[in-house]
């Protein structure tokens, strides 16, 4: 089960996709002024709700161009202790960065950015745009975040460890930096298989980190994710 003050939300309920990767984005984003969030491709509004609990006093603007995942993510928007904080936007987030300006303290982005030749693309387009850049690169991703990314914002991302180049050279190619990368071990035994990054404006002392999720035993987990997550889960067992 997943928390949110009082607002419990089960996993097993299709009103709500609860994927590690998110937890682990929505956790670790963080900004020390953090006045506007912007949440792009919200889904059904995980990520939204994250920074909604974690400040209480931002105002969040959410967007996603799936319709029926925006109607679910009203419907949780609605439901929750934080509907006064969060604005859903069901449309393209190039259509809806037009004419802004750089204004979001803080940006967060689970993106489902694999290349089209790395996986075999689903037939069903929702799970294409699920799990694929079919309708927008990470490159296109980049362009938006630095047109609406505030002089001293931070743009906090999860990607593949696959696409660890291509993110470079994007985000070189945008005048943007790296200021942090955290290199994400599914189990002690394993490689890294996603890296989290924090991106900003401005240049700064690159942080390097590593996170593990699980204890060589399943749905055990460390105390490392246990420490970063504890304030969204109910039930989470730890070694």
Same mark, same amino acid.
């Given at each position: 089960?997943?928390?949110?003050?009082?607002?419990?939300?089960?996993?097993?309920?299709?009103?709500? @996709? *609860?994927?590690?990767?998110?937890?682990?984005?929505?956790?670790?984003?963080?900004?020390?002024?953090?006045?506007?969030?912007?949440?792009?491709?919200?889904?059904?509004?995980?990520?939204?709700?994250?920074?909604?609990?974690?400040?209480?006093?931002?105002?969040?603007?959410?967007?996603?161009?799936?319709?029926?995942?925006?109607?679910?993510?009203?419907?949780?928007?609605?439901?929750?202790?934080?509907?006064?904080?969060?604005?859903?936007?069901?449309?393209?987030?190039?259509?809806?960065?037009?004419?802004?300006?750089?204004?979001?303290?803080?940006?967060?982005?689970?993106?489902?950015?694999?290349?089209?030749?790395?996986?075999?693309?689903?037939?069903? @387009?929702?799970?294409?745009?699920?799990?694929?850049?079919?309708?927008?690169?990470?490159?296109?991703?980049?362009?938006?975040?630095?047109? *609406?990314?505030?002089?001293?914002?931070?743009?906090?991302?999860?990607?593949?460890?696959?696409?660890?180049? /291509?993110? @470079? @050279?994007?985000?070189?190619?945008?005048?943007?930096?790296?200021?942090?990368?955290?290199?994400?071990?599914?189990?002690?035994?394993?490689?890294?298989?996603?890296?989290?990054?924090?991106?900003?404006?401005?240049?700064?002392?690159?942080?390097?980190?590593?996170?593990?999720?699980?204890?060589?035993?399943?749905?055990?987990?460390?105390?490392?994710?246990?420490? /970063?997550?504890?304030?969204?889960?109910?039930?989470?067992?730890?070694?």
């Amino acid at each position: 089960m997943f928390r949110f003050k009082q607002f419990t939300i089960l996993q097993e309920k299709a009103a709500f @996709k *609860v994927g590690t990767d998110s937890i682990i984005l929505g956790a670790s984003a963080n900004h020390p002024q953090n006045g506007r969030i912007l949440d792009i491709g919200t889904g059904t509004g995980l990520l939204a709700l994250m920074m909604a609990q974690k400040y209480p006093e931002a105002s969040i603007d959410a967007v996603e161009n799936d319709s029926n995942s925006a109607k679910q993510a009203k419907k949780n928007f609605d439901s929750s202790p934080f509907a006064h904080q969060i604005t859903l936007f069901d449309e393209d987030i190039n259509n809806f960065v037009q004419g802004k300006k750089p204004v979001y303290d803080l940006i967060v982005c689970n993106p489902p950015f694999f290349n089209q030749e790395e996986g075999t693309l689903s037939p069903h @387009k929702n799970k294409q745009k699920a799990r694929h850049s079919v309708s927008l690169s990470f490159e296109q991703l980049i362009n938006v975040v630095s047109k *609406v990314l505030a002089e001293n914002g931070r743009f906090f991302t999860i990607m593949p460890i696959s696409q660890h180049e /291509l993110i @470079k @050279k994007s985000i070189q190619k945008a005048s943007l930096f790296i200021t942090g990368t955290t290199f994400i071990n599914p189990k002690p035994s394993k490689p890294p298989h996603r890296l989290l990054f924090q991106i900003e404006r401005q240049p700064a002392q690159h942080q390097i980190n590593h996170l593990t999720i699980e204890t060589e035993k399943r749905h055990r987990y460390t105390r490392a994710y246990f420490d /970063l997550t504890k304030s969204y889960y109910l039930d989470l067992k730890h070694e």
